[in-house]
């Protein structure tokens, strides 16, 4: 059974570089036909996709962060990452990897981590 877990910094000072690191177990993010998501909760507001990684290694980027987001991967380590640059608060919340077959979805039908809380402050 397949497995992922968050791990990374609990706190940001605003202006710095987020990276998060997910770790997978239990399944190869290579597997055909699967794509490896990142998405965020900000406290009081919804689900919200930042972006995702496919089984070949291409990426998708919500336009809502284009400009600040990379996500890459290590397959030999099985693990793949985020980075946001220029943080501010408003990129506080839970911050979420996942597995699924769409490339674009915050449903909870796919495989999630438990998520890790960010903070942005000084």
């Known amino acids: 059974q397949v497995q992922l877990v968050e791990s990374g910094p609990g706190l940001v000072s605003p202006s710095q570089t987020l990276s998060l690191t997910c770790t997978v177990s239990g399944g190869s993010i290579t597997d055909d036909n699967y794509n490896w998501i990142w998405v965020r909760q900000p406290p009081g507001k919804g689900l919200e996709w930042m972006g995702a990684?496919?089984?070949?290694?291409?990426?998708y980027y919500n336009p809502s962060v284009k400009s600040r987001i990379f996500i890459s991967r290590d397959t030999s380590k099985n693990q793949f990452t985020l980075e946001l640059t220029a943080v501010t608060p408003e990129d506080t919340g839970v911050y979420y990897c996942?597995?699924?077959?769409?490339?674009?979805?915050?449903?909870?039908?796919?495989?999630w981590g438990p998520g890790i809380q960010v903070t942005v402050s000084q």
């Open positions: 990684i496919t089984y070949s290694g291409n990426t």
């Open positions: 996942l597995r699924d077959r769409l490339i674009v979805t915050t449903q909870r039908s796919g495989t």
